[in-house]
């Protein structure tokens, strides 16, 4: 059976440790906050909730690193996560991480893969 596809965004609308993309994402008939960022080279995505309360990790639109460029920071609470993994690094997440979603990058664009 073939898997599902569906574009997020160009890849050129994700920069390196820098300003990620915003979407939707469809779990068990919700839409769900959710965003895409680019670490090392390679795209991640997460539900856009901090492990510690549903709340959105950006304090802007879109910008989900911390000053360092290093990890990925709740904006509300200040828990750390790693931008390749969603595991969290510190702060109030007490260990609970974020929910990843899979995606793959094609041809120019970032598709979710599921």
Same mark, same amino acid.
């Given at each position: 059976?073939?898997?599902?596809?569906?574009?997020?965004?160009?890849?050129?609308?994700?920069?390196?440790?820098?300003?990620?993309?915003?979407?939707?994402?469809?779990?068990?008939? =919700? $839409? #769900?906050?959710?965003?895409?960022?680019?670490?090392?080279?390679?795209?991640?995505? *997460? %539900?856009?909730?901090?492990? +510690?309360?549903? =709340? $959105? #990790?950006?304090?802007?639109?879109?910008?989900?690193?911390?000053?360092?460029?290093? *990890? %990925?920071?709740?904006?509300? +609470?200040?828990?750390?996560?790693?931008?390749?993994?969603?595991?969290?690094?510190?702060?109030?997440?007490?260990?609970?991480?974020?929910?990843?979603?899979?995606?793959?990058?094609?041809?120019?664009?970032?598709?979710?893969?599921?």
């Amino acid at each position: 059976m073939a898997q599902a596809q569906r574009l997020i965004c160009r890849s050129n609308e994700v920069e390196e440790s820098a300003q990620g993309f915003r979407f939707k994402f469809e779990r068990f008939a =919700a $839409e #769900l906050p959710a965003f895409v960022i680019r670490y090392q080279g390679k795209v991640y995505a *997460y %539900l856009n909730q901090c492990g +510690h309360v549903p =709340a $959105e #990790l950006d304090w802007q639109p879109g910008h989900f690193f911390d000053d360092s460029k290093l *990890y %990925l920071i709740c904006s509300i +609470h200040g828990a750390l996560y790693a931008p390749e993994s969603g595991r969290c690094l510190g702060g109030r997440c007490q260990g609970v991480g974020l929910k990843a979603i899979k995606v793959i990058e094609i041809d120019g664009d970032i598709l979710l893969d599921q």
